[in-house]
Structures are given as C-alpha cells and as structure tokens.
C-alpha cells in the first residue's frame, strides 16, 4: 500500500520531519528509499533516488511524489533545490574570481580550459605565471561560496586541495563567507586561506625588463596593490 494511504487518508509528510528530527528533504529521502524498495523488492540505486527527488514526477505513485516535491521545496538547507541554489552561487562567485584576475592583468586557466586540456581534477584557476601572496607562492585557486568550518575544511583538504598540491604547487583557496581561523595553519604545506581576493600580489614576470645588473631571464618581482577609488567604495556599499 502507498505510504500516502497508510492512515486511511491524505496526509502531508513536512511536519513529520521536526518529529524525527530530520530535514524534509532527508526524510524525503528515506521515505522514497522504502518505497522503492516495496515496490522492487531490491535497494534503488544512487542515480535513479536522485533523479526522482529531482524529478518527482517520475516516482510512479502520483500522491507520494507531490509529498515528495512538497518536501524539497520546504527545505532550506538541503535536497535538490538547494543543490541548485549553491551551485548558481558558487558559479556566481568563479565568474568574480576571473574578473578580479582579469582586473590585474593576470593570464590564468579556469577549469573548463583545463578539463579541454584531459585534466580530470582541478581546482577553478590555474596561473599561467604564478604569484605571491604574503610571502608565499600561488600556482592555483580554489572559490568556496561558503563558510569554511571544520568539517567541510577537512573534506576538502581530503578530496580536493591535497591533491591539487601534489599535482599543481601551492595554492589559494577563497571562502568567500570567512572561515575559521585556526584552518588556516597549512601555509607552510602549499595552502593559503583568505576570504576575499587578496589585494597585495606580487607578480612574477618572467625575461622582464631591469635597470639592474640582474642578467637576462631573471625573475623580477612587482608588486601590485589593489586602491579602492570612491566612487568604487560607494557602488560596493
């Protein structure tokens, strides 16, 4: 029998989930979960669970898959509403990323480029001549469009930032929405914390001209640092 039909009539399942102690989408979730494995008699897989939740029209049980959708579309913090939400606003903030590059004159990467190129794991920016950024080196940056506590910190450091390390140098990552301070303790491993673009950079230029006995070729540090005009401040704020 329908889950929808258990009580012998029509019920809606959002407050239910304050009761668990479970957010709407999860119990969502679970629910779905049982009822496909009811109605197949073997656990639904990762991808078909998602495109339901996605699309609940595709859950053959028409009255459960409007609980469903009234479930995703009541929850602030997690489901499939909100995987598209972070997604348009981490986007929002790559593209601000380039533009503030862009600004500075400095040749970079994103990661469409990379991934045109076979790379099958970058991070957003690769710096085609690398910088430095309170005395350490940049080759690549990382945009977060999110608060960098503990827990999400150290995924990434897992999944993400180690390995860019080993693959590309040292790096930059930008939480947008400040992050704790104590995780910002592994510059001296090729990871640098800030939660805005940074406005000191020192570009390395390299074959630059000198008035220096420096020979040819030379790396020649420049320092760029990033003024504010009024009329900038006052459009910000």
């Known amino acids: 029998m329908p889950p929808t039909e258990r009580l012998g009539r029509p019920y809606t399942f ?88 862009k600004e500075r004159n400095l040749s970079f990467l994103d990661e469409n480029q990379l991934r045109a190129m076979g790379y099958d794991k970058t991070p957003d920016i690769i710096l085609e001549v690398p910088i430095a950024v309170e005395g350490h080196i940049v080759n690549w940056i990382e945009s977060k469009a999110s608060f960098g506590d503990d827990q999400s910190h150290c995924t990434y450091l897992s999944e993400q930032f180690w390995s860019y390390c080993n693959r590309f140098g040292p790096g930059l990552v930008i939480y947008w929405y400040g992050f704790i301070e104590e995780l910002d303790c592994k510059r001296d491993r090729g990871i640098l914390l800030k939660e805005c673009f940074p406005t000191d950079i020192v570009t390395l230029c390299h074959g630059a001209r000198h008035d220096g006995p420096s020979p040819p070729g030379k790396i020649i540090t420049t320092t760029t640092t990033t003024t504010k005009t009024a009329a900038a401040e006052e459009e910000e704020s």
């Open 14 to 101: 959002c407050p239910f989930s304050t009761q668990v102690d479970l957010s709407p989408a999860l119990m969502a979730r679970i629910i779905l979960d049982r009822y496909l494995q009811d109605l197949e008699g073997a656990v639904p897989s990762k991808p078909v669970l998602n495109s339901m939740l996605k699309e609940p029209s595709l859950i053959p049980d028409q009255t459960l898959a409007k609980h469903i959708y009234q479930c995703t579309i009541n929850d602030c913090c997690y489901g499939p509403l909100v995987d598209c939400i972070k997604h348009a606003i981490g986007q929002e903030h790559e593209v601000l990323l380039c533009d503030r590059l």
